[in-house]
């Protein structure tokens, strides 16, 4: 397997750099959780914690909110909130609402989101990836946020280990 | 403060972008062990998990690594397997030997290392950036390689702020 940083077929450059890392962080995310049953997925560390799977739909919920601001131009609606709310604060409503689902389930959860931005990404440009954007009340752009959604789904990734490291030590 | 993925003074573009990403990555971790005493520095996980500051020194020893290789073109010699051989591999060797350290010793090494990486970017460009080398025995380029760099200390700063809330249920 090849693992370069360069332009990517179907994306325009920088948007390629980008893809090449979200779906690098992917690929790992993927990796660490193979295998797991429901019950090791709904495992929390902590009393106070988040299982894996809460961590699993946490990733795709923030990318999830992205889409929603960003490419949609707008705040989640109802359904929407009902929906991606707990995974996306986590917490005592994830911990209530997010447990006894299978592997596949996040998993296709994961895909069905990722496929809309990957197919969003490949009608956008770089001057779009540079164009000013606020984040969490700072100024920022496009490029920051997308490199955010990734950096904190291999935030995830590292505690998704060690929480399966823990597992076998129950 | 602005969050923004773009040009950098004092970089050529690419670089600038991999320094913005490296750099964050750096403030978050830094952020995520302010005000831990020694002995919360210290506290391991699991039996055979990692401290924070264990996971503070492989930051660094991963950066140190990287620079051997790539910036002086060779492998560590006797002196440098001492000093970060046990923070590399992590494990039994790090758990007997990465303990009872300030915070500032940690934070001072990592700065160290980071220092020499900023000035080598600061004189290469981006063409060495896409210049093919070998990472983990597949095709790769510098570019992935300092992606990784940084990727690897995100993975871990998400395990430091689990370790961070585990230490408040010991």
């Known amino acids: 397997m090849e693992f370069k940083l360069e332009k ?3 994306y325009t450059p920088q ?7 979200m779906e690098y ?3 790992t995310t993927l990796e660490a959780v193979t295998g797991l049953t429901t019950s ?9 914690g988040n299982s894996i799977g809460a961590l699993l739909l946490h990733i795709a919920a ?12 707008r705040s989640p609606n109802e359904q929407e909130m009902a929906e991606w709310g707990a995974p996306y604060s986590l917490g005592a409503e ?5 447990k006894g689902y299978p592997l596949e389930y996040y998993i296709s959860k994961l895909e ?9 990404f490949a009608a956008l440009n770089d001057d779009w990836l540079y164009e000013n954007r606020v984040w969490d009340h700072h ?23 060690l929480i399966r490291k823990m597992l076998t030590h129950k």
């Open 25 to 27: 962080a992917r690929k």
């Open 139 to 161: 100024p920022s752009n496009n490029y920051f946020i997308w490199f955010h959604v990734f950096e904190d789904e291999i935030n995830h990734r590292g505690q998704i280990r």
């Open 8 to 10: 990517l077929e179907g």
């Open 112 to 120: 069905d989101v990722r496929n809309r931005t990957m197919s969003e």
């Open 40 to 48: 090791e997925l709904d495992f929390l560390p902590i009393k106070d």
């Open 62 to 73: 923030v990318e999830k909110g992205f889409q929603i601001e960003i490419f949609d131009g």
């Open 94 to 98: 994830g911990r209530k609402s997010i």
């Open 15 to 21: 948007i390629g750099h980008l893809v090449t890392q």
